[in-house]
C-alpha cells in the first residue's frame, strides 16, 4: 500500500523535476520523478511505517516528499539564471549558480528538507509538454510545498520591501498568494519575515505576518491584509474581477503570461499557446471560467461601460469592491447564490438571466408624476457622451397605476428615452418570491427601434435593446429609504412593469 501511496504522490503531486542536496545543502543534483520515488522508498526504510493505517501512511510519504519552492525574479541581462540546459556548465555562471546554492543551502539548513524547486533550472522548456505541463501545475506546487522561500533581490530590510521588484511580475502574483508557509529573505540571503504567527479572526485561525510585512505588502501591491489572510486559507475565495484586476498592474515579458499566470488562482485551466496574443488568451481564459466554475457573476464585474463581455483584461483595472466580503473572510455578494438559470457563452453572447425593471425619466413632458407616487431615488444613466437621471418607482398602488397607463415608444438608438429598463443581473428566487440585494449589477435596455406604443406591463422582453455593459446601483440598508424590492413576490411583478427573462447579452 505504501509502494503506491509513494508513486501516486510523487507523480501526481509533486513537481517533474528537482534538486536534490543533502542535509547542508550541498551535493546538488536534478533528479526526476522517478528517481525521488526511488529515494523516497530508500528513507522509507529507514522509518518505522509497519502498522500505519492508510492516513498515517499518506502522511509519512508526505512528509519524506516535502520540498522548498523558490520564488524570485530573474537575473536581467546576460549572463541572467542558469536554466536547464546550463545545468552542467553552471559554474562559468557565479552570479547564476550562486542563486540555485544559496536556495538549496537556506532550505537545508534552516527548513530541514532534500528537495527544492526553482522554476530556472527545473523546467525543460524545449519540451512544449513540460512547459505545458509546468505551467497548468506551477500553482498547485506553490500552494503544496512545505514553504516558499521568496528571495527579494533588491531588498535590505523590511522597511525597503514595497519596491522591490518581486512584487511588480506577473507570476509571482500566484507565489505570493498560493503559499501556506512564506519565508521572505533579502539580497544577502538573510532571514526578513515569515507567516508563522497565529491569529485568529471571525471563527478562522490564519498564519500570519507581522503588521509592518502586511503594510509593506499593501503598499507594494494594494493587496490588504484580510485579503492576504483570506488567501492563506483558500486563494479560491478572492473573487475572479479581483484577480484580474491585481494582474492588470503586474508587468511580463510574453504578453501571454498575464493570462497564463493566473489558471491556479482562477481555478481553471487551459492550453498554454505562446505566440497566439494576450486578446485571445483572455478570451479562452473568460470562457473557460464561464465553462469550470458554478458561480461566476463576479466575471462582469469590470468598467466597460458598453459591453457585458470586456474586450481585455485592463478593463478590470476599475472594478468595484462594493460586492466584496472580504472583512468576513468570504467571497463576494455576486457568488453567493447561484442563478435561476444557467448562464451560458454563445455565439450570440452570453445567456443569462435578467431581472427587469422599468426607469423613467425626471422630466417626461406632459407626463405629470406626482413626487409622492413615483419617483424615488435617481439612476443616473451614461448616454453616449451625456447623462440623464432615471428613476426607479416606489413599490405601491399610485406607481402600478402609473406603469399601467404609461405608453412606451420607441426612439433611436442615439435619442435619449423617456422610459428604459435596468436588468439587474445579481437577484435570485427562493419559492415563489424573487430577492433583489441592496447593491445592483445592472445592464441598461431601451425599446427596439422598430416596437410599436405598448403599455410597459406588455413589453416583450424580445423588443428591448441592451445599450449599456455593467453598471452598479446601491440602495442604503435601511430599506426605508429604498424602492422596496427586496422581496418581490410573482404576481405582483406585471403591475410593477417588471419581468424575468432569458436575455443575450454583449
Not at 464585474?301 to 481585455?312: A, E, G, M, V, Y
Request: aromatic share 12%; charged share 20%.
Amino acid at each position: 500500500m505504501i509502494v503506491n501511496q509513494i508513486h501516486h504522490h510523487v507523480f501526481n503531486e509533486m513537481p517533474i523535476r528537482m534538486l536534490a542536496f543533502d542535509s547542508n545543502g550541498t551535493q546538488l543534483r536534478l533528479v526526476e520523478r522517478s528517481e525521488i520515488a526511488e529515494q523516497i522508498k530508500f528513507r522509507l526504510s529507514e522509518e518505522d511505517w509497519q502498522g500505519l493505517d492508510e492516513s498515517e501512511s499518506f502522511d509519512l510519504v508526505n512528509k519524506l516528499g516535502r520540498y522548498a519552492i523558490l520564488s524570485h525574479t530573474w537575473f536581467r541581462g546576460k549572463p541572467g539564471d542558469v536554466v536547464y540546459g546550463d545545468w552542467k556548465v553552471r559554474d562559468l555562471n557565479s552570479k547564476g549558480n550562486s542563486k540555485i546554492v544559496k536556495f538549496c543551502e537556506v532550505a537545508a539548513r534552516n527548513h530541514g528538507v532534500v528537495y527544492g524547486w526553482m522554476d530556472t533550472i527545473c523546467i525543460d522548456k524545449s519540451s512544449s509538454t513540460e512547459l505545458d505541463e509546468s505551467i497548468r501545475s506551477m500553482y498547485r506546487w506553490y500552494r503544496q510545498s512545505h514553504l516558499c522561500i521568496t528571495y527579494l533581490a533588491d531588498t535590505d530590510d523590511i522597511p525597503d520591501m514595497h519596491s522591490d521588484a518581486w512584487f511588480t511580475r506577473g507570476w509571482t502574483l500566484q507565489e505570493l498568494l498560493a503559499p501556506q508557509n512564506m519565508i521572505f529573505y533579502s539580497k544577502n540571503w538573510t532571514f526578513l519575515a515569515q507567516n508563522n504567527m497565529e491569529m485568529t479572526k471571525k471563527w478562522h485561525t490564519f498564519r500570519a505576518f507581522s503588521e509592518s510585512v502586511y503594510s509593506q505588502i499593501s503598499q507594494a501591491t494594494t493587496i490588504e491584509k484580510d485579503e492576504m489572510l483570506m488567501c492563506f486559507s483558500d486563494p479560491a475565495l478572492l473573487p475572479i474581477s479581483r484577480v484580474l484586476q491585481l494582474a492588470t498592474r503586474r508587468s511580463v515579458t510574453r504578453q501571454e503570461d498575464r493570462i497564463y499566470s493566473l489558471m491556479g488562482l482562477l481555478g481553471i485551466s487551459i492550453s498554454v499557446a505562446y505566440g497566439e496574443g494576450l486578446p485571445t488568451a483572455f478570451k479562452r481564459l473568460f470562457r473557460e471560467i464561464m465553462l469550470a466554475r458554478a458561480v461566476f457573476l463576479d466575471l462582469f464585474n469590470h468598467s466597460d461601460q458598453n459591453h457585458l463581455i470586456p474586450s481585455s483584461i485592463t478593463q478590470y483595472t476599475e472594478r468595484t469592491s462594493v460586492f466584496d466580503r472580504t472583512f468576513f473572510y468570504t467571497s463576494t455578494d455576486l457568488d453567493n447564490h447561484s442563478p435561476i438559470e444557467p448562464t451560458s457563452m454563445t455565439q450570440l453572447g452570453v445567456h443569462a438571466a435578467v431581472f427587469l425593471v422599468p426607469l423613467f425619466r425626471e422630466t417626461i413632458p406632459g407626463v405629470p408624476i406626482s413626487s409622492n407616487t413615483a419617483y424615488h431615488h435617481a439612476i443616473n444613466i451614461t448616454w453616449f457622451d451625456d447623462s440623464d437621471k432615471y428613476h426607479v418607482l416606489l413599490r405601491n398602488d399610485a406607481s402600478a397605476m402609473f406603469i399601467a397607463n404609461f405608453q412606451a415608444k420607441s426612439t433611436p438608438l442615439s435619442a435619449i428615452s423617456d422610459a428604459i429598463f435596468c436588468g439587474i443581473l445579481n437577484f435570485w428566487r427562493s419559492e415563489s418570491a424573487y430577492h433583489i440585494p441592496d447593491h445592483w449589477l445592472y445592464v441598461v435596455f431601451k425599446f427596439s427601434t422598430d416596437l410599436a406604443s405598448k403599455t410597459i406591463p406588455d413589453i416583450n422582453a424580445r423588443d428591448l435593446v441592451q445599450i449599456s455593459g455593467p453598471r452598479v446601483q446601491s440602495w442604503p440598508r435601511d430599506h426605508t429609504f429604498g424602492p422596496g424590492y427586496n422581496r418581490l413576490w410573482e404576481q405582483d411583478l406585471r403591475k410593477m412593469g417588471m419581468q424575468v427573462a432569458q436575455l443575450y447579452l454583449a
